[in-house]
């Protein structure tokens, strides 16, 4: 089992920075994909970054490559998604999710990923 516990959401301005922590605990491999997803209002779940526990390559969706940035301290067992230069497109609920099923391999769709956190709200006013 594994356990998520994201923080760090809140109201920014449009061009501001957030950063995002996920706390893991519980039974993780080094060999899993860690990933943040998002939702907003009437749209589907998807994919922001992922990476591997214990690698170094990562993975963006388009829409935030160059603007976010997924990292990791495996010595506090936290994943972390830097936000900069946000725009009101970012609003959402960000989840963190973990897929320990598919060994060293960086998915993203929302059924690759097996666990999942409880969100945290991102909110970019214009």
């Known amino acids: 089992q594994v356990q998520l516990v994201e923080s760090g959401g809140g109201l920014v301005q449009a061009g501001g920075s957030l950063r995002l922590s996920c706390a893991v605990s519980?039974?993780?491999?080094?060999?899993?994909?860690m990933g943040w997803f998002r939702q907003a209002p009437g749209k589907e779940r998807e994919f922001v970054a992922a990476?591997?526990?214990?690698?170094?390559?990562?993975h963006y969706a388009d829409s935030v490559k160059g603007r976010f940035t997924i990292s990791r301290d495996n010595a506090k067992n936290t994943l972390y998604l830097q936000m900069n230069s946000l725009k009101p497109e970012d609003t959402a609920v960000y989840y963190c999710?973990?897929?320990?099923?598919?060994?060293?391999?960086?998915?993203?769709?929302?059924?690759?990923?097996?666990?999942w956190g409880q969100g945290t709200q991102v909110t970019v006013s214009s």
């Open positions: 999710a973990a897929d320990s099923r598919r060994d060293w391999r960086i998915g993203t769709a929302v059924d690759e990923y097996d666990y």
């Open positions: 519980g039974r993780i491999f080094s060999s899993y994909a």
């Open positions: 990476m591997i526990w214990s690698g170094d390559n990562t």
